[in-house]
């Protein structure tokens, strides 16, 4: 086990709602990132949060969105659910932004319908 | 021309088989590489980083060609439990994200 851990694990929302996914990051971490892994894809970079600062976001718009806690838990929010947000979401964490020690969590399963 | 591209796959091989997993990137100022494994519907998890000498873990070999931009994984003697998708990461800086290919799904059947 990694240590990271997220939750829920799975959930089903209504296109439209709002979604809250959290992330409790390994003990010692500071840095936090979320990715989302949609069906057949990799996982691609939604942001990360370095001491409870956005720090670098990849290609989502800004429905998106997130925060970072002074325990470095994290939080990814989703505004206005489409269909097309239904992936699993991964968040990873890590010391001094330093993500190529990263460790993943068991990831959220988000179903849009 | 996306960042990491993968085999497409998915590749179906008998146990005891070789196989061979090929990944190009696109950034040549990338610094670093790694293979993941995920099985299904868990998270990635590190099976190896890539390293210019290449670097061998048992039965998995991992080589890097900074010239070409091209990264393998070899698994030698496949068994049933190597059945997952496998994932090729690139990384430009420490600092900046891990970029993903699109993964290669193995199944090694009995």
């Known amino acids: 086990e990694t240590g990271v851990t997220q939750s829920p694990t799975h959930l089903i929302k209504t296109r439209g709602q709002q979604v809250t996914l959290r992330c409790s990051s390994q003990?010692?971490?500071?840095?936090v990132s979320w990715y989302q892994q949609a069906l057949g894809q990799g996982p691609q970079f939604i942001f990360q949060y370095y001491r409870e600062e956005e720090n670098g976001r990849g290609n989502f718009p800004p429905r998106f969105s997130g925060l970072q806690f002074p325990n470095y838990s994290s939080e990814l929010n989703v505004n206005a659910l489409e269909l097309d947000d239904s992936a699993l979401y991964l968040c990873?964490?890590?010391?001094?932004?330093?993500?190529?020690?990263?460790?993943f969590g068991q990831g959220t399963r988000l179903t849009v319908v | 021309r996306k960042e990491v591209e993968q085999d497409p796959g998915p590749f179906n091989v008998p146990e005891g088989a070789t196989v061979a997993f090929n990944c190009t990137y696109s950034n040549s100022a990338s610094q670093s590489f790694f293979w993941y494994r995920q099985d299904c519907r868990k998270e990635p998890k590190l099976l190896m980083s890539?390293?210019?000498s290449g670097n061998e873990d048992g039965r998995f070999t991992a080589q890097l060609n900074r010239a070409s931009q091209y990264i393998s994984l070899l698994i030698r003697d496949s068994k049933l439990s190597d059945s997952a998708t496998y994932l090729c990461?690139?990384?430009?800086?420490?600092?900046?994200?891990?970029?993903f290919g699109k993964g290669t799904r193995l199944s090694v059947i009995a």
């Open positions: 890539v390293y210019s």
């Open positions: 990873a964490s890590s010391k001094q932004k330093l993500n190529t020690e990263a460790f």
């Open positions: 003990s010692g971490h500071n840095t």
């Open positions: 990461v690139v990384n430009l800086s420490g600092n900046t994200p891990l970029v």
